[in-house]
């Protein structure tokens, strides 16, 4: 084990992965009560009070094997998650628009422009994606892009972002949307066999 993630390649994917996975479970912990009115999988239901544990024991392997990969899509969840919350102020007395800024600076200034927006990119694009997969789900409640934008708007900023993610850094695009696809199969597997929900 310790001589395949001694490859730079490797350890990137698995980073991604592991990341992929992390964001998944801080998102579900978060979701928890909206997943359940929309009949949603969700982690919490299986791990319970272990899902914050957790996530941060995986998070620490992922940025043990690639930290600035890990940080930045982390980073970069955080502020496409706090999108619809940018006008809430949160409990750190900031509003969610400031969290995101300092956020999005601390990243430039600690992992380089490029590192950043790559990551920032292709998360904006997974949660587009998302958006459009879920509209039906989230039509009548909740935060979608879809009814912001439109369908078409959604699919084309979609793309854009994909495109502009995977200029910047190919090998992290390419391995952050494997790593989406892994995770919800990995999610639907789950939820046939016990009963995640």
Same mark, same amino acid.
């Given at each position: ?29 978060? *979701?928890?009560?909206? =997943? ?48 619809? *919350? ?43 994606? =998302? *958006?459009?997969? =879920? ?33 910047? =850094? ?28």
């Amino acid at each position: 084990m310790w001589h395949i993630t001694s490859s730079p390649l490797v350890r990137k994917l698995f980073a991604v992965f592991l990341t992929g996975f992390v964001i998944k479970l801080m998102d579900d912990f978060i *979701d928890l009560e909206y =997943d359940t009115v929309l009949e949603r999988q969700n982690f919490s239901n299986v791990l319970g009070a272990g899902i914050l544990p957790y996530a941060i024991f995986i998070f620490s392997l992922a940025c043990f094997l690639e930290p600035r990969t890990s940080i930045s899509l982390f980073f970069s969840s955080y502020i496409v998650g706090m999108t619809a *919350d940018y006008g809430t102020k949160m409990p750190s007395g900031l509003y969610g628009y400031q969290e995101s800024l300092i956020t999005l600076i601390l990243g430039i200034l600690l992992l380089g422009p490029s590192e950043m927006l790559s990551s920032l990119f292709i998360m904006w694009s997974i949660q587009l994606w =998302d *958006d459009l997969c =879920d509209y039906r789900k989230e039509i009548a409640c909740g935060k979608n892009y879809v009814k912001m934008l439109g369908k078409v708007e959604c699919l084309v900023f979609s793309i854009i972002c994909f495109l502009s993610a995977l200029y910047l =850094d190919t090998v992290k695009t390419i391995a952050v949307s494997i790593s989406a696809i892994s995770i919800v199969y990995i999610i639907y597997l789950l939820s046939n066999s016990e009963g995640v929900s």
